[in-house]
């Protein structure tokens, strides 16, 4: 079974189009993040949510939107895509808000063109 | 806020010894994590340091220092499969929810 699932894997769109990346945990745990890796491999956190709620945003531009339904998922819509969108988005849990061991999906490889 | 310095590229042998350096400026952090990233696949966790002194799990170990805001990753007995790139984090106090990486250190190990 897979602890953090993130789909799809590869997302190729057009500039301007609109598109959601999808993340879920089954390891029970209360928090969930979002991290861009770019070219360079430099992972920037965007988001970090808590039982459904958010408690980080890192200046993320709000074309960016994640949502929780639950504190299982959390996704990540993405409107009006731009050329420098382009990057590997991961989805990450862990079993609270601090030090505790990161668990992280496999990655979306979103390109746009 | 937090940074977190560590070399771009370290380059060694099968079988030697590999030390990456992280340095990091935190107005109050938890902790050192370590992290572990094969190309094109996901980050994993390799260990923890909440106190200062040396922690060992198998070939790899990671120390800390907060006196001197240093850690570091020790590969030991290098294996072709440790090519990879190796990342410090941390857990601020001052920024809950936030783990924060390091830019990440390219291991090759050459035969």
């Known amino acids: 079974d897979t602890a953090v699932s993130q789909t799809p894997k590869y997302l190729v769109t057009q500039m301007g189009n609109d598109k959601s990346i999808k993340c879920e945990q089954n390891?029970?745990?209360?928090?969930m993040y979002w991290y861009k890796q770019d070219s360079k491999k430099f992972l920037k956190i965007m988001f970090s949510?808590?039982?459904?709620?958010?408690?980080i945003n890192e200046t993320v531009p709000n074309r960016f939107s994640p949502k929780s339904p639950d504190k299982a998922h959390l996704n990540l819509h993405i409107n009006s895509l731009e050329l420098g969108d382009s990057a590997v988005y991961f989805c990450?849990?862990?079993?609270?808000?601090?030090?505790?061991?990161?668990?992280f999906g496999q990655g979306t490889r979103l390109t746009v063109v | 806020g937090q940074s977190l310095e560590q070399p771009s590229e370290v380059t060694a042998v099968e079988g030697a010894i590999v030390q990456i350096n992280c340095t990091y400026q935190?107005?109050?952090?938890?902790?050192l994590s370590w992290y572990q990233q094969h190309d094109g696949g996901a980050p994993t966790f390799l260990s923890y340091?909440?106190?200062?002194g040396l922690e060992e799990t198998g070939r790899f170990s990671s120390f800390l220092s907060r006196s001197d805001s240093y850690g570091y990753l020790l590969l030991q007995e290098l294996q072709m499969k440790d090519s990879a790139s190796y990342f410090c984090?941390?857990?601020?106090?001052?920024?809950?929810?936030?783990?924060?990486f390091g830019a990440g250190t390219q291991v090759v190990v050459t035969p």
């Open positions: 990450a849990s862990s079993q609270d808000s601090g030090p505790s061991e990161a668990f």
């Open positions: 390891l029970g745990h209360d928090t």
């Open positions: 949510y808590n039982n459904k709620e958010l408690i």
């Open positions: 935190t107005s109050g952090f938890y902790g």
């Open positions: 340091n909440a106190l200062d």
């Open positions: 984090a941390v857990w601020a106090t001052d920024s809950w929810g936030k783990l924060q």
